[in-house]
C-alpha cells in the first residue's frame, strides 16, 4: 500500500494535547501513521506529561517550531486559539505540508486559519465526533474515535490526493470518514451536541441556584435523571464558551427553535392535552432506537451503567 492509502505522514505536529491531542497521538501510534510525533501545548507541565506519558517523541516551547518541517499539522487546541496559532505557523509551513483541526464548529475555522495558509499546503479542516467530558493529557485513549465519524470541511479546490490520504489516516485512527460544507456542519452540530450542552449547562445551573430544594437533595437523588446532565454540564468551560461564541448563527436558530417547543409542551401540560404529551414522548423514544441500531451507543440499560444489567 502506498503511503496515500495508508494516510502515513512522516512527521506529525499536534498542537494541543488534552483529550482529542492525546487521544489523536495514541491513535496515530496504534495504527503506525507516523514516524514522528511531535507536540506543543501552552504549559510545559502538559507538554513534560505528554512527554512522560509517551504519546509523543518530543515536544516544543512554541506551536512554531512543532510546526517546522512536519508534513501534517493538526490543531487540537479550544477553537478561540486558532487564529493566533495559525498566524504563528504560517511562515514555516512547508510546501505539500496538510494543516487540519479538530475544532468543534468549522466555518470560524475557515475563517480564522484559511488567511494564514501559504499557497502549496492542503488546509483540511477537521472534526471528529467523538469525547469525553474529561480534559487534560491524562484523559486520551487510543479507541476514542474507533467507529466513530470524523467529519472533514474540504474547502473549495483542495488536493484531492492530500483529501485521500488525509481521509485514510483518519480511518486508519478508528473513524468512519464524511465531507460536508462547513456551515452545513454548524448547524448539524448545533442540535446534535451543542444545544443538548447549553440545555444541560442550564438546567445544572438552575438546579444550583434553587433555594427551596436543597443543593444536597439535588445530590442525594441524582440518580433520577439529574446527573445525566451533569455529565455533559461537566465538559471544559474554555472549549464550550468558544464553542457558543464561535457558531452562534447556528446556535441562536436551534435555540430558537428549542424555546418555541417549550413552550408548546408548557402549554400542554397547563392545558391537561395528555394526548400532545404522549405522542411527543413516544415519538422520541423512537429516536434512541435509531441510535443504537447506527451503532453509536450501548443497547444496555441505563448505558451499560447498571452491572447486573450488562448479564
Ligand atoms: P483539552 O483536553 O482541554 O486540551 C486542550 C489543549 O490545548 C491543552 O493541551 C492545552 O494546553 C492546549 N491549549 C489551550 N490553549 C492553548 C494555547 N493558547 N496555545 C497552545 N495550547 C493551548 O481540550 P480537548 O477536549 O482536547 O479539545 C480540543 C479541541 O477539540 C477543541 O477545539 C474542541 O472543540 C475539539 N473537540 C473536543 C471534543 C470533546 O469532547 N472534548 C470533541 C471533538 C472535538 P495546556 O494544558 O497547557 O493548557
Redesign the pocket.
Known amino acids: 500500500m502506498s503511503d496515500v492509502e495508508k494516510g502515513h505522514y512522516g512527521r506529525v505536529a499536534l498542537?494541543?494535547?488534552?483529550?482529542?491531542?492525546?487521544?489523536l497521538a495514541y491513535a496515530i501510534k496504534r495504527a503506525g501513521l507516523a514516524d514522528h510525533i511531535v507536540g506543543?501545548?501552552?504549559?510545559?507541565?502538559?507538554?513534560d506529561r505528554?512527554l512522560e506519558l509517551g504519546f509523543i517523541d518530543s515536544a516544543c516551547e512554541s506551536?512554531a517550531d512543532a510546526a517546522r518541517g512536519a508534513d501534517l499539522v493538526v490543531?487540537?487546541?479550544?477553537?478561540g486559539?486558532?487564529g493566533?496559532?495559525a498566524a504563528a505557523i504560517e511562515p514555516v509551513l512547508k510546501k505539500g505540508v496538510t494543516v487540519s483541526?479538530?475544532?468543534?464548529?468549522k466555518n470560524a475555522v475557515v475563517r480564522d486559519v484559511g488567511p494564514f495558509i501559504p499557497d502549496g499546503v492542503h488546509f483540511i479542516p477537521g472534526?471528529?465526533?467523538?469525547?469525553?467530558?474529561?480534559?487534560?493529557?491524562d484523559?486520551?485513549f487510543a479507541e476514542l474515535f474507533d467507529g466513530r465519524w470524523c467529519i472533514l470541511t474540504p474547502v473549495p479546490g483542495t488536493n484531492q490526493e492530500a483529501l485521500e490520504k488525509f481521509s485514510a489516516f483518519w480511518r486508519a485512527c478508528g473513524s468512519q470518514v464524511d465531507t460536508m460544507e462547513p456551515k452545513h456542519h454548524d448547524l448539524v452540530l448545533a442540535i446534535v451536541s451543542h444545544l443538548p450542552h447549553l440545555i444541560a449547562y442550564n438546567i445544572v445551573g438552575t438546579a444550583d441556584d434553587l433555594e427551596t430544594v436543597t443543593k444536597s437533595e439535588v445530590i442525594k437523588y441524582s440518580a433520577s435523571g439529574f446527573r445525566d446532565f451533569t455529565r455533559l454540564a461537566s465538559?471544559?468551560p474554555?472549549?464550550w464558551r468558544?464553542?457558543c461564541l464561535n457558531n452562534k448563527d447556528a446556535v441562536l436558530e436551534m435555540l430558537g427553535r428549542f424555546t418555541e417547543d417549550l413552550a408548546a409542551l408548557q402549554r400542554s401540560i397547563r392545558w391537561g392535552d395528555g394526548d400532545a404529551l404522549y405522542n411527543l414522548f413516544d415519538r422520541t423514544r423512537n429516536v434512541r432506537r435509531l441510535i443504537i441500531e447506527a451503532g453509536q451507543d450501548s443497547a444496555a440499560p441505563n448505558f451499560g451503567r447498571n452491572p447486573a444489567a450488562k448479564k
Do not use: F, N, W
Open positions: 498542537i494541543g494535547l488534552g483529550l482529542i491531542g492525546g487521544s506543543y501545548a501552552r504549559s510545559k507541565e502538559t507538554r505528554a506551536a490543531l487540537c487546541t479550544p477553537v486559539t486558532y493566533d496559532l483541526d479538530v475544532g468543534s464548529v472534526h471528529p465526533i467523538a469525547g469525553t467530558e474529561q480534559s487534560g493529557p484523559a486520551g465538559s471544559d474554555t472549549m468558544d464553542i
